[in-house]
């Protein structure tokens, strides 16, 4: 019996969101003023094109040990809120909140760990209600040789998020005794540079009494003779790995879907480099320039603009 990451929550299937990524142009510095001016051309532009360009925040490549999203929503009808206190660096132009994690952090041990986690402050949801996320677009690779993120990984490595099983599946599992129905979530949620493979929506929690959440679930990497549910990892690459996500509850109001889902969750996990290489992985997501003392170089987009459609 492989190990149960799993635990008991509803589900249901939503569309898709869109996602805009930055290329980021390979093993590239720049003195400051040239990236400067080119994120000033680049804000001219988001602005001509109604994008809204949030103040840089730099990502903290060193943030170790129990961390957490802070999410929110605001009552039947409204979005599931991300990042509420504003700690976490964005990605340019489109904005969306950038989280970093480390497949290698003492608790966790290789190639697996539980943070970052959610968080809702008691009150935002009601008692029982479920929270879920919802698996967006394919598995990216930062590569500490070339400085690039790319949409290739060296030896077949895969991502994968442990969830909750949708309520109606386990019912189902239990009346009809197919129980091979709960094997999809127990392999987990598979990102990989083709996709998703497995289950694209699964449960983060119920609310507890007082309508809050507090959860960690499980991340994993391994490479492509690995195995995360038996531990068998292989041995993956050293590099950082991007996921995205989003978050969405199943349940409704008036007949309709009472919360909408949240905006995309961009994930960077770190495996094997330093904080030094994981920050430039990260400064090159968010386009900040190189500090002023030079001791790491921000790598500049390149021309195009990669569109990520999130498809399933």
Same mark, same amino acid.
């Given at each position: 019996?492989?190990?149960?990451?799993?635990?008991?929550?509803? /589900?249901?299937?939503?569309?898709?969101?869109?996602?805009?990524?930055?290329? =980021?142009?390979?093993?590239?510095?720049?003195?400051?003023?040239?990236?400067?001016?080119?994120?000033?051309?680049?804000?001219?532009?988001?602005?001509?094109?109604?994008?809204?360009?949030?103040?840089?925040?730099?990502?903290?490549?060193?943030?170790?040990? %129990?961390?957490?999203?802070?999410?929110?929503?605001?009552?039947?009808?409204?979005?599931?809120?991300?990042?509420?206190?504003?700690?976490?660096?964005?990605?340019?132009?489109?904005?969306?909140? =950038?989280?970093?994690?480390?497949?290698?952090? &003492?608790?966790?041990?290789?190639?697996? /760990?539980?943070?970052?986690?959610? &968080?809702?402050?008691?009150?935002?949801?009601?008692?029982? @209600?479920?929270? %879920?996320?919802?698996?967006?677009?394919?598995?990216? &690779?930062?590569?500490?040789?070339?400085?690039?993120?790319?949409?290739?990984?060296?030896?077949?490595?895969?991502?994968?998020?442990?969830?909750?099983?949708?309520?109606?599946?386990?019912?189902?599992?239990? *009346? *009809?005794?197919?129980?091979?129905?709960?094997?999809?979530? @127990?392999?987990? /949620?598979?990102?990989? /540079?083709? !996709?998703?493979?497995?289950?694209?929506?699964?449960?983060?929690?119920?609310?507890?009494?007082?309508? !809050?959440?507090?959860? %960690?679930?499980?991340?994993?990497?391994?490479? !492509?003779?690995?195995?995360?549910?038996?531990?068998?990892?292989?041995?993956?690459?050293?590099?950082?790995?991007?996921?995205?996500?989003?978050?969405?509850?199943?349940?409704? &109001?008036?007949?309709?879907?009472?919360?909408?889902?949240?905006?995309?969750?961009?994930?960077?996990?770190?495996?094997?480099?330093?904080?030094?290489?994981?920050?430039?992985?990260?400064?090159?997501? #968010?386009?900040?320039?190189?500090? #002023?003392?030079?001791?790491?170089? #921000?790598?500049?987009? !390149?021309?195009?603009?990669?569109?990520?459609?999130?498809?399933?």
């Amino acid at each position: 019996m492989r190990n149960q990451h799993y635990r008991l929550v509803r /589900t249901k299937g939503l569309p898709a969101a869109l996602l805009l990524m930055l290329a =980021v142009s390979p093993g590239r510095s720049e003195p400051p003023a040239a990236d400067v001016e080119l994120r000033d051309e680049l804000s001219e532009l988001a602005s001509h094109a109604g994008i809204a360009v949030p103040a840089p925040l730099r990502c903290d490549a060193g943030l170790a040990g %129990h961390f957490d999203l802070f999410l929110a929503v605001d009552g039947p009808g409204s979005q599931i809120r991300v990042d509420v206190q504003a700690a976490y660096c964005r990605q340019f132009l489109t904005g969306h909140p =950038v989280i970093p994690g480390n497949f290698n952090d &003492f608790a966790g041990g290789p190639y697996l /760990t539980d943070d970052p986690g959610w &968080f809702m402050n008691p009150g935002n949801l009601l008692p029982d @209600e479920a929270l %879920h996320f919802r698996a967006l677009d394919a598995l990216r &690779f930062w590569d500490p040789a070339t400085g690039r993120w790319g949409q290739s990984v060296p030896n077949g490595e895969q991502v994968r998020l442990f969830g909750g099983i949708p309520q109606e599946v386990f019912i189902e599992a239990i *009346t *009809t005794g197919n129980l091979e129905l709960l094997a999809p979530f @127990e392999e987990g /949620t598979i990102y990989t /540079t083709e !996709g998703v493979e497995g289950p694209a929506e699964a449960g983060v929690d119920f609310a507890d009494s007082a309508g !809050g959440i507090h959860s %960690h679930l499980d991340f994993c990497l391994q490479d !492509g003779s690995g195995d995360c549910p038996d531990r068998q990892f292989g041995t993956p690459a050293a590099g950082a790995y991007l996921i995205q996500l989003q978050f969405l509850s199943p349940e409704e &109001f008036d007949g309709a879907q009472k919360y909408q889902p949240s905006e995309a969750v961009l994930v960077a996990l770190r495996n094997g480099i330093s904080v030094a290489e994981f920050q430039d992985a990260l400064d090159a997501l #968010t386009d900040l320039p190189p500090p #002023t003392d030079g001791a790491l170089q #921000t790598k500049l987009p !390149g021309a195009g603009v990669l569109v990520l459609t999130g498809a399933q």
